[in-house]
């Protein structure tokens, strides 16, 4: 007898994807996840693009962007998470790059894919009338939106909860090993078995341990400078000021107010140099203006379904695309029909798919909002006042199924922390909240990971904490 009939190994937006489309079957099934919180590397940006495939040269990505576009959009409806359909123009301060609008533009119509237009100067300033820089011609597509990757990944996982996954956070998958009829999977804490294993980390573990070098890998750094919502000229959607085969900037309106920044290039550039770059978007920016940078790594390679030891039941899930929260429930579905084929199943009658109810303050009328203070008072404490925060909200984010066990996990499902104070007036209430919460000390509180405590000691003038 197995532990379990399927192992989801890796609890990133793929993984929880695969979780929630598996959920409907009478299987039992487990996700492994090493990290405190589910899709824990989503945490550098708040705002995720929802791409088209227009952009792209690869056939395959293209039609996983399209069916992940089309299915995104539905779970957004169905979990109800904003989807922002904000459209995505691209510019470029280099003419020559012209030609390649036009190749973009053909290969969208040869696709299949509507809603992607050759504009002219007019149409583009109507679109984004505070464009940095005078351009004659670009590739405008109404399709890109906007999500918070949390929330979907979130509402995947809670879902899936909810029918009966079992997520077993931080535990870290050591050794896979083919066994008869089956798998072994060992982690630091325990040793399962299992008929079928899903192995989305394989970037990182393969079976029997052996790490596969992957040659032809395109990995560019990529630099992201975050403003704040003080910026003065605002853009609306996406732009792309596509400069030449390595070098673009894109900028992406966040759902917090405020703009990010992306910057590739191959070029060593200071931060005055790449200010400048993305002036030809966004004007009026200024270095007090910043409040995050980071760098990552950008990756055009494709991403792989490799089912070639499916009849073993093996399929892992490599590649590290940028449009990756696009492809992810393309790729679960994808493995859902794998499955199918593969396996003897049916589908549990008594299948909920539906979230729990979250009730967002910020967003509620002052009758909804008076209504939901008599049900429970902590609606009426604010604790961020930047977005309208309130306990309740946070409160419910930790006793959520799946909730929040770290200060990241809190902002991350309430929003709070985004605000322009970026935190600093309500970190410890959270702290504070969670420690009460889970009944522990807040010396225990930890920002996202065991390494991360937030508090080294108590100082005693400071008691009330
Ligand atoms: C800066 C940036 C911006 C991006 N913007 C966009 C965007 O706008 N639109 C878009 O579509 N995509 C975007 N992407 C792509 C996408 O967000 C990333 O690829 C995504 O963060 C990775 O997704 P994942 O959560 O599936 O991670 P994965 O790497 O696929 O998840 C693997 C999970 O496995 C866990 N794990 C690893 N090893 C083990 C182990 N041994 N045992 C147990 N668990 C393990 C990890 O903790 C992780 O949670 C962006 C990526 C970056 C870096």
Same mark, same amino acid.
């Given at each position: 007898?197995?532990?379990?009939?399927?192992?989801?190994?890796?609890?990133?937006?793929?993984?929880?994807?695969?979780?929630?489309?598996?959920?409907?079957?009478?299987?039992?099934?487990?996700?492994?996840?090493? *990290?405190?919180?589910?899709?824990?590397?989503?945490?550098?940006?708040? $705002?995720?693009?929802?791409?088209? #495939?227009?952009?792209?040269?690869?056939?395959?990505?293209?039609?996983?962007?399209? $069916?992940?576009?089309?299915?995104?959009?539905?779970?957004?409806?169905?979990?109800?998470?904003?989807?922002?359909?904000?459209?995505?123009?691209?510019?470029?301060?280099?003419?020559?790059?012209?030609?390649?609008?036009?190749?973009?533009?053909?290969?969208?119509?040869?696709?299949?894919? *509507? #809603?992607?237009?050759?504009?002219?100067?007019?149409?583009?300033?109507?679109?984004?009338?505070?464009?940095?820089?005078?351009? /004659?011609?670009?590739?405008?597509?109404?399709?890109?939106?906007?999500?918070?990757?949390?929330?979907?990944?979130?509402? @995947?996982?809670?879902?899936?909860?909810?029918? #009966?996954?079992?997520?077993?956070?931080?535990?870290?998958?050591? =050794?896979?090993? /083919?066994?008869?009829?089956?798998?072994?999977?060992?982690?630091?804490? /325990?040793?399962?078995?299992?008929?079928?294993?899903?192995?989305?980390?394989?970037?990182?573990?393969?079976?029997?341990?052996?790490?596969?070098?992957?040659?032809?890998?395109?990995?560019?750094?990529?630099?992201?400078?975050?403003?704040?919502?003080?910026?003065?000229?605002?853009?609306?959607?996406?732009?792309?000021?596509?400069?030449?085969?390595?070098?673009?900037?894109?900028?992406?309106?966040?759902?917090?107010?405020?703009?990010?920044?992306?910057?590739?290039?191959?070029?060593?550039?200071?931060?005055?140099?790449?200010?400048?770059?993305?002036?030809?978007?966004?004007?009026?920016?200024?270095?007090?203006?910043?409040?995050?940078?980071?760098?990552?790594?950008?990756?055009?390679?494709?991403?792989?379904?490799?089912?070639?030891?499916?009849?073993?039941?093996?399929?892992?899930?490599?590649?590290?695309?940028?449009?990756?929260?696009?492809?992810?429930?393309?790729?679960?579905?994808?493995?859902?029909?794998?499955?199918?084929?593969?396996?003897?199943?049916?589908?549990?009658?008594? @299948?909920?798919?539906?979230?729990?109810?979250?009730?967002?303050?910020?967003?509620?009328?002052?009758?909804?909002?008076?209504?939901?203070?008599?049900?429970?008072?902590?609606?009426?404490?604010?604790?961020?006042?930047?977005?309208?925060?309130?306990?309740?909200?946070?409160? =419910?984010?930790?006793?959520?199924?799946?909730?929040?066990?770290?200060?990241? #996990?809190?902002?991350?499902?309430?929003?709070?922390?985004?605000?322009?104070?970026?935190?600093?007036?309500?970190?410890?209430?959270?702290?504070?909240?969670?420690?009460?919460?889970?009944?522990?000390?807040?010396?225990?509180?930890?920002? =996202?990971?065991?390494?991360?405590?937030?508090?080294?000691?108590?100082?005693?003038?400071?008691?009330?904490?």
């Amino acid at each position: 007898m197995m532990d379990y009939d399927v192992l989801i190994l890796g609890g990133g937006i793929i993984g929880c994807a695969v979780a929630y489309e598996l959920s409907k079957y009478n299987i039992n099934i487990a996700l492994i996840e090493k *990290d405190y919180d589910i899709a824990n590397d989503l945490s550098c940006s708040n $705002t995720a693009v929802i791409y088209d #495939g227009s952009e792209t040269h690869d056939d395959i990505m293209c039609e996983l962007e399209k $069916t992940g576009r089309d299915l995104i959009e539905k779970h957004c409806q169905k979990f109800n998470i904003k989807y922002n359909k904000v459209g995505a123009l691209r510019i470029s301060s280099n003419q020559a790059r012209y030609n390649m609008f036009d190749i973009m533009h053909k290969n969208a119509r040869q696709r299949g894919i *509507d #809603g992607v237009h050759i504009i002219d100067h007019n149409e583009i300033y109507n679109i984004e009338p505070n464009l940095g820089i005078n351009t /004659n011609k670009a590739l405008y597509s109404e399709n890109i939106a906007l999500i918070s990757p949390y929330n979907l990944a979130v509402s @995947y996982a809670e879902v899936a909860a909810d029918n #009966g996954v079992n997520f077993r956070l931080e535990e870290e998958v050591i =050794d896979i090993k /083919n066994i008869s009829k089956g798998f072994k999977v060992t982690t630091n804490k /325990n040793k399962f078995t299992c008929k079928f294993v899903i192995n989305t980390i394989s970037n990182e573990i393969s079976i029997d341990n052996q790490n596969e070098v992957y040659s032809e890998i395109r990995n560019k750094k990529m630099k992201y400078i975050l403003f704040n919502q003080e910026v003065q000229n605002n853009i609306n959607g996406v732009v792309i000021n596509d400069i030449d085969d390595d070098t673009f900037i894109i900028n992406i309106s966040t759902l917090s107010k405020g703009n990010l920044i992306g910057i590739k290039s191959n070029d060593y550039l200071s931060l005055e140099e790449e200010l400048e770059l993305s002036e030809s978007i966004l004007t009026g920016i200024k270095k007090e203006l910043i409040t995050n940078m980071f760098t990552e790594t950008y990756s055009g390679n494709g991403m792989c379904i490799d089912d070639s030891n499916i009849k073993d039941g093996y399929i892992k899930v490599t590649g590290n695309h940028y449009a990756k929260i696009t492809i992810a429930p393309a790729i679960a579905v994808d493995i859902e029909d794998k499955i199918k084929i593969n396996m003897n199943i049916t589908k549990k009658r008594d @299948y909920i798919d539906k979230k729990r109810e979250v009730y967002v303050f910020r967003n509620m009328s002052k009758e909804q909002r008076n209504k939901i203070i008599n049900l429970d008072k902590r609606y009426g404490n604010i604790i961020c006042s930047c977005n309208s925060i309130s306990e309740g909200e946070i409160v =419910d984010s930790i006793r959520r199924p799946l909730g929040a066990r770290t200060v990241e #996990g809190v902002k991350r499902r309430t929003g709070i922390g985004l605000g322009s104070c970026n935190g600093s007036y309500c970190n410890m209430k959270i702290i504070k909240i969670l420690a009460r919460e889970m009944n522990k000390s807040v010396l225990s509180i930890v920002d =996202d990971s065991m390494d991360s405590k937030v508090l080294v000691g108590r100082i005693k003038e400071f008691n009330e904490i």
